[in-house]
């Protein structure tokens, strides 16, 4: 079974700080994605990475940044966090190359980040 | 843009009812569809997909059928169980999208037994 590991359940952090969200998959895919969940709004785009060192803007970066520097780890990091970022951030993974659109993602169990 | 209209929620229903969850879409081209599920404390978990209209996707008594006529995915099953209580997303992939799914709201379903 794929696993996507998230590192934290809950996370509490103060306005200001700068935030790093782990996020750990073991079935060497290719594609890896953040997400934001919130109420009444579904599951947004943050940023995915279709490779190492690579990264794309999903639908809402602003405030956010990735990194990737091994296939397994795909890093989300609130460089300033504000209290309209807290929010369950969900990680996701699939295999194909360029992000075939028929593969199915692979998701962590979500990290649930307070900004106070 | 694309984009995945799901039914408002929360749906309460009676163990053995009969469920349907609506989706509808806006898409270029011919995307991909699909159903996940959202249980407490958990992440999502792919429920069923379809890839070209009229395909029928199914899995654990749930059905959807792709039609393109009326650009719709409508979730169903015959008769609900208490541990089908959860969270149904709808989403759609395709090429323009080039691997990124496009969710809808999710609706919470209730089952009481």
């Known amino acids: 079974d794929v696993k996507v590991t998230q590192s934290s359940r809950y996370l509490v952090k103060r306005t200001g700080e700068k935030v790093f969200l782990e996020c750990v998959q073991d079935?060497?895919?290719?594609?890896m994605f953040w997400y934001r969940q919130d109420p009444g709004l579904g599951l947004r785009l943050i940023y995915f990475s279709y490779d190492v060192k690579m990264k794309e803007k999903g639908d809402i970066p602003e405030g956010y940044s990735v990194s990737r520097e091994k296939k397994e780890r795909f890093s989300l990091i609130l460089e300033s966090a504000s209290t309209n970022q807290t929010s369950m951030y969900l990680c996701a993974s699939s295999w194909g190359s360029g992000g075939s659109y028929n593969s199915p993602l692979h998701f962590g169990n979500g990290t649930r980040l307070t900004v106070t | 843009g694309d984009s995945v209209t799901q039914m408002e929620g929360p749906v309460t229903l009676s163990e053995e009812a009969f469920l349907t969850i609506n989706c509808t879409y806006t898409a270029t081209g011919y995307p991909s569809l699909f159903w996940y599920v959202q249980y407490p404390g958990e992440g999502l978990q792919l429920l069923l997909k379809?890839?070209?209209?009229?395909d029928k996707g199914s899995n654990k008594g749930f059905e959807a059928t792709y039609r393109k006529e009326t650009t719709s995915f409508h979730l169903e099953k015959g008769s609900v169980q208490v541990s089908d209580s959860a969270v149904y997303f709808c989403a759609l992939s395709g090429p323009s999208n080039t691997g990124k799914l496009i969710f809808g709201q999710g609706t919470t379903l209730q089952v009481k037994p």
């Open positions: 079935m060497d895919h290719e594609n």
């Open positions: 379809a890839t070209k209209a009229d």
